[in-house]
């Protein structure tokens, strides 16, 4: 079964408007995280947004919000007011188990990602 | 901070032949984990050092191996390649050496390489 499934493979979006991206995701596991990264035509992957399983409140950072739904194992990514520079590859990725003092287990889990168009 | 670095660039080999891949961690952090990205594809999980030592593994045949040196940066050996390791390899860094969040995990900007 896929543990991330994004299911949009394409979303168009005109400048300045907002646009959610969808995220579900399939654990056992009571502590995980979840993010968000953005990859442009060049390559690199940028971090945008984390979500902890037990953070109470949903995180933002500046035009990037994520609605984490628990109960329904969501965590779709906000973006407001469009630019056209966010035209990219989104990926919404996990990292499952309690991390041990010290150490950060790097394994993440990537969905098949979303195309974001912006228009003008 | 110093970000994450990767090289080369980019690289072709021919089937059958190794290559090494480098990735040198953002200052601060310990661990270095390696992914591997076919064309329109998500990253997958190749493995993770810390401490100099593996201590988590995808699932990825033994021809794939790596190293962590002193100063956190890593290598990503693969041996007789195959036309299907055509891909682009990613390296991210995690884990503050100073205890701080769990939460960051950062990119490099990739190594494209192909097989042919």
């Known amino acids: 079964a896929q543990k991330i499934t994004q299911t949009q493979p394409g979303m168009f979006v005109q400048e300045k408007e907002a646009v959610t991206l969808d995220c579900t995701y399939d654990t056992s596991d009571p502590s995980y995280g979840l993010f968000w990264y953005k990859q442009p035509s060049s390559g690199e992957m940028i971090f945008l947004i984390y979500?902890?399983?037990?953070?109470?409140q949903n995180a933002t950072e500046g035009r990037y919000s994520l609605n984490f739904q628990k109960a329904r194992k969501s965590a779709n990514l906000v973006i407001s007011a469009s630019q056209l520079g966010d035209s990219a590859m989104y990926f919404c990725?996990?990292?499952?188990?309690?991390?041990?003092?010290?150490?950060?287990?790097?394994?993440?889990?990537f969905g098949q990602g979303t195309i974001l168009t912006v228009h003008p | 901070e110093t970000g994450v670095t990767q090289s080369p660039t980019h690289l072709i080999k021919t089937r059958g032949q190794q290559v090494t891949l480098r990735c040198s961690s953002q200052?601060?952090?310990?661990?270095v984990s390696w992914y591997q990205q076919a064309l329109g594809q998500g990253p997958q999980f190749i493995f993770q050092y810390y401490r100099e030592e593996e201590n988590g593994r995808g699932n990825f045949p033994p021809r794939f191996s790596g190293l962590q040196f002193p100063n956190y940066s890593s290598e990503l050996n693969v041996n007789a390649l195959e036309l299907d390791d055509s891909a682009l390899y990613l390296c991210?860094?995690?884990?503050?050496?100073?205890?701080?969040?769990?939460?960051?995990?950062?990119f490099g900007p990739g190594t494209r390489l192909t097989v042919l």
């Open positions: 200052s601060g952090h310990n661990t």
């Open positions: 990725a996990m990292r499952e188990g309690t991390m041990a003092g010290g150490t950060s287990y790097g394994k993440l889990t």
């Open positions: 979500q902890g399983s037990y953070d109470q």
């Open positions: 991210a860094s995690s884990g503050r050496t100073s205890g701080g969040p769990y939460n960051e995990q950062f």
